[in-house]
């Protein structure tokens, strides 16, 4: 129902007719629908935390965060409604990762969420270790990322990058690049990077299609 029709349209009433039971249903194994968009929710994050597993790490940090923003970004664009409720944005004010716990979590965030965060987190402690950028808090760091990252996959799914032939190569990468550059990485080190991912990435994605095909 999620992929078909977005958030906004999961409520009581149709997942219960969806799934041939009675409207209690919803309240008595989630305890109400923003109960329920939660367990989808972090559903999403644990699901992306898989793919950020997936990749194979390299000794090159700023190749390895290239790859995370390269997976994060057909995730979103194979699941963009999922995507859509996972940071609640069509659904704001009914969906909060924190809702239904039953204790404060860390920055108002699910384990889920923590979860799939952190591979990112751990990129960036990378990264600075390293010695790539300047010397700088990971976290702060990560959230910079995120935060390009995020803005980068919002537009690409409304659409507004539809003029740019490829817009992985075209604006994600060049993004990453400056993002990092503007950390102090050397911008000929991070472009190289920028590129090797994107060469490991192509491989990976037409070894992927062409198994797809041959099943």
């Not at 057909?74 to 924190?98: C, K, Q, T, V």
Request: aromatic share 8%; charged share 20%.
């Amino acid at each position: 129902m999620l992929a078909k029709s977005g958030p906004s349209e999961v409520k009581a009433r149709s997942v219960s007719s969806e799934a041939q039971m009675s409207t209690m249903g919803v309240y008595t194994y989630f305890g109400g629908v923003p109960e329920l968009l939660q367990a989808v929710a972090d559903e999403g994050f644990n699901r992306q935390a898989i793919v950020f597993g997936g990749l194979p790490p390299t000794d090159d940090p700023m190749a390895d965060l290239c790859a995370m923003a390269l997976a994060c970004h057909e995730f979103a664009r194979h699941n963009p409604h999922l995507y859509d409720l996972m940071f609640g944005l069509s659904i704001h004010g009914r969906y909060s990762p924190s809702r239904g716990a039953t204790e404060p979590l860390l920055s108002g965030q699910s384990a889920s969420f923590r979860t799939a965060y952190g591979f990112l987190l751990r990129g960036c402690a990378r990264l600075v270790d390293a010695r790539c950028v300047r010397k700088g808090e990971p976290d702060l760091i990560a959230l910079q990322f995120w935060s390009a990252l995020h803005g980068f996959i919002m537009l690409d799914l409304a659409g507004h990058f539809a003029h740019v032939a490829v817009p992985s190569s075209g604006v994600l990468l060049p993004m990453c690049v400056n993002v990092v550059v503007g950390m102090g990485a050397k911008r000929d080190k991070a472009e190289s990077s920028a590129a090797g991912a994107q060469a490991l990435w192509a491989g990976a994605q037409n070894n992927k299609n062409g198994k797809s095909r041959k099943k």
